[in-house]
């Protein structure tokens, strides 16, 4: 019996998770810190209810990790400027030095992932990703990722 691509799919993707997930706290942090993180980083003065859409996720569940992460100071909350019931996240000093040390991990766990294929492997890689992103995902086409050769 042949397997079910989805579930290959599926379970290769919470394998790849989880081993990210665990590398990351080999330095002291995670996966959702990286995304939440990330997300602020590169969309400044984005709300709350903004980030929760961007990273799929139900706003309380956000909430709770942006308890965390402002207890951790790494990030703040701000009241919006035009609409005080708003509240906008910003990444702080700390935040930023986290992210930074974050990103450059991430870099050499990022190699070690694409030395599993060649170079027209990966190019394949994400053109059929970013398919199936077109396909099923709220994904609009400019946040498709494209193959940059190293």
């Known amino acids: 019996m042949e397997e079910r691509l989805g ?3 599926a379970l290769s993707a919470k394998a790849a998770r989880e081993s990210f997930d665990e590398q990351l ?3 002291g942090s995670s996966f959702t810190t990286y995304l939440i993180l990330k997300h602020a980083a590169f969309y400044p003065d ?3 209810r903004e980030l929760a859409d961007r ?3 139900e706003g309380p569940t956000l909430t709770r990790h942006l308890d965390r992460l402002v207890a951790d100071g790494l990030v703040r ?3 919006g400027d035009r609409d005080r019931r708003v509240s906008l996240v910003e990444l702080t000093r700390e935040g930023q030095d986290h992210l930074d040390r974050v990103e450059a991990f991430v870099t050499e766990v990022d190699a070690e992932f694409r030395a599993m294929f060649s170079d027209e492997e990966i190019r394949t890689l994400f053109d ?3 398919r199936i992103r077109s ?3 709220r994904y ?3 946040e498709h990722v494209a193959y940059a050769a190293d």
Do not use: A, D, F, T
């Open 7 to 9: 579930r290959v799919l």
């Open 25 to 27: 706290r080999s330095i």
């Open 46 to 48: 984005v709300s709350q």
């Open 55 to 57: 990273l799929s996720i």
């Open 77 to 79: 909350r701000v009241r």
């Open 128 to 130: 059929l990703l970013n």
């Open 135 to 137: 396909r099923y995902g």
């Open 140 to 142: 609009p086409k400019e």
